[in-house]
Every structure is written in structure tokens, then in C-alpha cells.
């Protein structure tokens, strides 16, 4: 058993796919191949099972992956300690982001990724979902951040934080008698409606979650269409409506008691924000280290995947 082979056991366990992970590699088919039935010979155990499709994990092989991607973790941790003092070409980043981790969760990433790896250069354009996802799928983006999944080939999603959504209101007496516990929101339908642009991630998950409550769009009384939360948040705050947004986005707001903030009683609570990149294309060296430092800062299962 060596290090080669517990790498690419480690690769097709998490792409699916000897080939994949073949490209991913640099690598011929066959000798990935080779490397798992060595490993297999050698351990005597069954690691995949394979069909026309794809290739999963057996009980024996996901019982390996745990030990194996902590080897592999503690390989790139000492390449990383000792191999960055060798001068290096450092590539700028580009990411798309959709507005609420663009504005909530990369700063404290960025942060962290500045401190870890000083000197690195970003770009970073705020966009709503589908056009981080399209960016993501025609490699104008390097990683995206999105709380929609969408069908685009070649992405590979990883979901690292669960939002929730809430339906604020000004922090008035008629809004406070209102029972935030009974699990009834029916009364929103008799509200005016200030709801983020079509095509965002937020009001797809909104529109998702009243659904499960059968309620529908066009029950509402959508007041105004706006793409600029805080403009959204500034007018529920004037009593100009309620609206439903991210709890991340107006969580200082609720603090502060300028916003009563309302659950909504969905059956699957929240939406995982993803951070998505494309798996046909070889990453950077320096996109490779931010998007360690998403995984490393979430604690992030390296089998959370989502492939499409």
C-alpha cells in the first residue's frame, strides 16, 4: 500500500468514476485501475461496487475513505508547509457569488483565506444564482457560491452551511401580537409583499417552501419586485410591507429590534448554500487552497457531494 494508490482510491471514491478521476489525476484509466486492485488484493476486501453508471463505495470501502481521506488531508497539509517556500506563479481567483454568501459568509472567508495565504489575489462578482451557476458551467468562474442547485452539466455542488428563511415584518404592535409559535402563516397572504427579483436563490426558496404550505405566488399581494436586499429590508423597516428573506441577512437587524423575524414551518428547513465548481476543468493551485478553506472552515464530509 502506498500513498499513490490510497489517492486514487480517494479520487474515485469521490467522483464516482475511474475515468474522472483518471483526468482528475493525470493519470491513464487502466493504471488507476491498477492502483485500486492492488489495494484490494493487498487489504483482501471488495472496495466498489461497480455498474454501468456509476461506482459506489462498499461498507468495507467507506470504512477505508475515512482513514484514506485523512491521510490524503495530512499529505496536502505537509506539501503545504514545506512545499509553498518553492517560488511559485500564483493565478488570480475568479468567483461568482449569489448576494446572500457573497455578502454574509465570504468576508469571514476571505479573512481567513488572506491570513492562511497572503498575497493571493481575488475576484469576486456578486450575481444571483443562475448566473453564478452558468459562469461556474463556461469556466469564466473559477468557484461560485450558490444556495440553488441547477441542472448544469460538469458542476459538482458541496453544500457547507444551512440557511434558513424568515418572513420579517416591522417591529409594530400589530405584527407583535401575531403568535410566531402556532405554525399558522396564512396571514401573509393579506399582506403587501416586497420579494427579491425573479431568478434569485432566495425567492426560488421562498416560493419553494410556501408551496409546501399550498401557498402559491399568486396568492400573494407582491407589492414590488426588488433586487437589492437592503433596500428591501430598509422598507419592511418603513412599514412598507413584510418580505422573506434570509436569516443571515437580516439577523442584525432582529437584534437590533428594528425587524420581527417569523419561521416558516417548512418540512425541510432551510437550504444548503453551496459553493460549486467545475469538475472537468483542472483547478489552480491557489483556487484548490480556497476552496480547502471553505471545506476546512465548514467542516466539510468530503462525500457531501452533489453531482450533476
Known amino acids: 500500500m502506498n500513498l499513490k494508490q490510497l489517492e486514487a482510491f480517494v479520487e474515485v471514491a469521490e467522483s464516482g468514476s475511474f475515468s474522472k478521476a483518471a483526468k482528475r489525476l493525470f493519470l491513464t484509466q487502466p493504471t488507476v485501475s491498477a492502483h485500486i486492485l492492488a489495494l484490494e488484493k493487498e487489504l483482501d476486501i471488495r472496495l466498489f461496487v461497480r455498474n454501468t453508471k456509476e461506482v459506489c463505495l462498499t461498507e468495507e470501502g467507506q470504512r477505508l475513505y475515512f482513514y484514506a481521506r485523512q491521510m490524503a488531508d495530512l499529505q496536502y497539509k505537509i506539501e503545504e508547509e514545506f512545499g509553498h517556500r518553492k517560488t511559485e506563479e500564483k493565478q488570480c481567483i475568479a468567483i461568482a457569488a449569489s448576494t446572500v454568501p457573497a455578502q454574509y459568509l465570504l468576508p469571514e472567508l476571505l479573512a481567513k483565506f488572506n491570513e492562511k495565504y497572503p498575497g493571493e489575489q481575488l475576484q469576486i462578482r456578486e450575481m444571483d444564482s443562475a448566473q453564478v451557476v452558468e459562469q461556474v458551467s463556461e469556466h469564466k468562474a473559477d468557484i461560485g457560491f450558490t444556495g440553488t442547485v441547477l441542472e448544469k452539466k460538469h458542476c459538482r ?9 424568515v418572513i420579517i415584518a416591522p417591529n409594530s404592535g400589530r405584527y407583535q401580537a401575531i403568535d410566531r409559535t402556532s405554525g399558522d402563516i396564512s396571514w401573509i397572504c393579506q399582506e403587501a409583499m416586497l420579494m427579491r427579483e425573479e431568478g434569485s436563490g432566495t425567492r426560488k426558496e421562498a416560493e419553494r417552501q410556501l408551496a409546501e404550505l399550498r401557498i402559491l405566488p399568486q396568492q400573494l399581494n407582491i ?11 430598509k422598507s419592511v423597516i418603513q412599514g412598507l410591507g413584510i418580505s422573506i428573506l434570509s436569516n443571515l441577512a437580516v439577523r442584525e437587524e432582529v437584534e437590533d429590534g428594528k425587524l420581527l423575524a417569523f419561521p416558516i414551518p417548512s418540512e425541510r428547513s432551510g437550504r444548503d448554500i453551496n459553493v460549486v465548481y467545475n469538475k472537468n476543468y483542472q483547478l489552480s493551485k491557489s483556487a484548490k487552497r480556497f476552496l480547502r478553506t471553505v471545506k476546512e472552515a465548514y467542516k466539510v464530509k468530503e462525500l457531501s457531494l452533489i453531482h450533476i
Open 157 to 165: 455542488y458541496i453544500p457547507f452551511y444551512r440557511d434558513e428563511m
Open 223 to 233: 407589492m414590488a419586485s426588488i433586487g437589492n436586499q437592503e433596500t428591501i429590508k
